[in-house]
């Protein structure tokens, strides 16, 4: 049975709103934004994935899946896809890896700790487009600083822009840079908040630092990898146009595409280059897919590996 303080404060919470109105009128501002600017809009994608269209002429034909047809089987669409599994692949590994590693090693009680964690977390204030300039200085062929150090050095001035290997590496670590401070502020987070009593018992039982980090640490770090990989994917899919742009516009171009042209520069490049609105609508249908199916997957496989608690 109830107390009667306690009947008395859940009746008070229940008795905030008096009526149904009410709530909805409070969300009403909110959700009238949130239907023009995304569900509207998104309505508007996937209805113009299913026509021909021409924004200069204004005309439109409807085509069906015709759109989704010419995409599966364009072969620089297969290529762009390509690159970008792979280019996601190796920016949400490496830079899982990279910032777990960082942010073991700033949380260990060493002096000048908080000076350390500023100069990692800093790269998280810069926007893509302002990384990817200075990346742009820094490795420019002929002006670059990396290039004039290598030359006084080595004599090597490598095209770091026109070789295609060089050009996709380029572009992969300055997104694994960008992302570096965003995973670093949540491992580091949640480094500092592990239970000492776990990991003070796994040195008396003898474990080394090495076991305690590989059998103590990460298993109890899996809820935020887990939170960290699914925001990761997605940072690759859709963040990596602002870099891509600046540093190598979508080329070298090698076989039927650019090297670094991804999933979401191609849809730039399709629908506000080309104009080709019906096809650049059935790649944003296609990547919202591709979203909701890696969403699905990771809860439905990830979660099995994940612990919560010690």
């Known amino acids: 049975m109830l107390k009667p303080d306690r009947t008395r404060a859940a009746a008070e919470e229940r008795a905030v709103f008096q009526g149904r109105a009410l709530p909805w009128a409070f969300l009403l ?3 009238l934004i ?9 309505v508007q994608t996937l209805r113009l994935a ?18 989704l047809a010419n995409l599966l089987l364009s072969p620089a669409y297969r290529q762009v896809a390509l690159q970008t599994l792979v280019f996601t692949v190796l920016t949400v590994g490496l830079g899982l890896l990279s910032a777990l590693g960082l942010a073991w090693l700033a949380s260990r009680p060493v002096r000048g700790a908080p000076v350390y964690r500023l100069l990692l977390i800093y790269p998280y204030a810069l926007s893509p487009a302002i ?5 742009l200085f820094l490795f420019n062929p002929e002006i670059g600083v990396v290039n004039q ?10 095209r770091w822009l026109d070789t295609p290997v060089l ?8 997104a694994i840079w960008k992302g570096l401070a965003y995973n670093i502020v949540f491992y580091l987070a949640s480094i500092q908040n592990l239970p000492g009593d776990v990991l003070e018992a796994a040195e008396i039982d003898g474990a080394c630092a090495r076991q305690v980090f590989w059998k103590v640490v990460c298993p109890l770090l899996t809820p935020i990898t ?9 940072s690759a899919l859709f963040d990596s146009f602002a870099l891509t742009d600046i540093l190598t516009k979508g080329g070298p171009y090698i076989g039927h595409a650019g090297i670094t ?6 849809l730039y490049q399709d629908g506000f280059v080309n104009f080709k609105t019906g096809a650049a609508a059935a790649q944003a249908a296609l990547m919202l897919a591709l979203v909701a199916f890696v969403t699905w997957m990771q809860f439905r496989l990830g979660e099995r590996r994940v612990h919560y608690g010690a």
């Open 34 to 42: 949130l239907a023009g600017f995304i569900y509207l809009p998104a």
């Open 226 to 234: 887990f939170f960290l990989v699914l925001t990761n994917i997605v």
């Open 149 to 158: 150090l290598l030359g006084a050095l080595f004599d090597v001035r490598p």
């Open 261 to 266: 042209t991804f999933l979401v520069y191609q």
């Open 29 to 31: 501002p909110s959700l």
């Open 50 to 67: 299913a026509y021909r269209a021409n924004v200069i002429l204004g005309t439109e034909q409807f085509v069906g899946l015709g759109n």
């Open 131 to 135: 990384a990817g300039t200075l990346w």
């Open 167 to 174: 050009a996709f590496g380029l572009v992969t670590l300055a």
